[in-house]
């Protein structure tokens, strides 16, 4: 795909992951829409791709409402007349064990709450689902060969400490795959991106000091991804037509 003049939407985008993978479409001469549930933040990642002279809405989303994931793929299409490019990128983390003992006791002290898998699970899983398929329709309704890019993770093989976003990002990988096939029939390509520890602000805020040392020192290349790695793979997915039903995984080596 030639991305000058196509329209990227990509959710999760008014920082980290999202923002940086917005600038490189930006400067490739796509028009973008930003999509985040932070309209704050919105604001000042819509300055900086203005700044490069890009064409630029902001749209306000809550990915794991329905509403919000229809309006976000119509306000793309009014703003520009076609969705070719999603990113599905909005996710959180809510680390925790599954259960965790009383060193003393040896009964069981804490446990993962239901709320903190759902609070992932909804905007991970179903947030891409949903996101996704608004894509998808408003691509075949509109007769677009565009190409859908979920983000899913390393995690999705089973990192200790995140059942809820491993599970969630296990079914990304899972959807990407199935959703090719389905797809294709339309000229709709469908491949993922599983990172492996990047140090976005996500990571550097959430995720547990003790377990990110010890990541980053079985990463094999010796160091945490930049946010700017997993933009370019972005574009190069939206570039080569023959990249279709895959995740690659950009994770420096590391194996979960």
């Given at each position: 795909m030639e991305i000058t003049n196509?329209?990227?939407?990509?959710?999760?985008?008014?920082?980290?992951?999202g923002k940086e993978m917005a600038l490189h479409f930006a400067k490739l001469g796509a028009n973008i829409v930003l999509s985040d549930i932070s309209a704050d933040k919105l604001g000042g990642a819509k300055k900086e791709i203005e700044a490069l002279g890009a064409k630029v809405i902001a749209?306000?989303?809550?990915?794991?409402?329905?509403?919000?994931?229809?309006?976000?793929?119509?306000?793309?299409?009014?703003?520009?007349?076609?969705?070719?490019?999603?990113?599905?990128?909005?996710?959180?983390?809510?680390?925790?064990?599954?259960?965790?003992?009383?060193?003393?006791t040896g009964k069981v002290a804490s446990k993962m709450s239901l709320a903190e898998w759902q609070a992932v699970i909804d905007v991970n899983l179903t947030g891409v689902f949903l996101t996704g398929r608004e894509a998808a329709v408003q691509m075949v309704n509109n007769g677009t060969k565009g190409v859908i890019i979920p983000i899913a993770s390393v995690s999705m093989h089973g990192n200790p400490g995140q059942t809820n976003y491993s599970a969630a990002k296990a079914g990304v990988a899972a959807m990407t795959k199935l959703w090719a096939k389905e797809l294709s029939r339309y000229g709709i390509r469908v491949a993922g991106i599983a990172p492996g520890f990047i140090a976005t602000e996500m990571v550097m805020k959430d995720m547990n000091p003790e377990a990110l040392k010890k990541w980053e020192a079985l990463i094999p290349i010796g160091r945490l991804g930049r946010p700017d790695e997993i933009a370019s793979t972005a574009v190069f997915i939206a570039q080569n037509d023959l990249v279709d039903g895959v995740v690659l995984e950009i994770s420096g080596g590391v194996k979960i």
């Open positions: 196509k329209t990227a939407v990509i959710t999760g985008s008014a920082g980290g992951l749209v306000p989303t809550d990915v794991s409402k329905e509403k919000d994931a229809v309006e976000l793929m119509e306000q793309a299409v009014s703003a520009f007349g076609s969705v070719d490019i999603a990113v599905l990128n909005a996710g959180i983390l809510r680390d925790g064990l599954l259960i965790k003992a009383d060193k003393q």
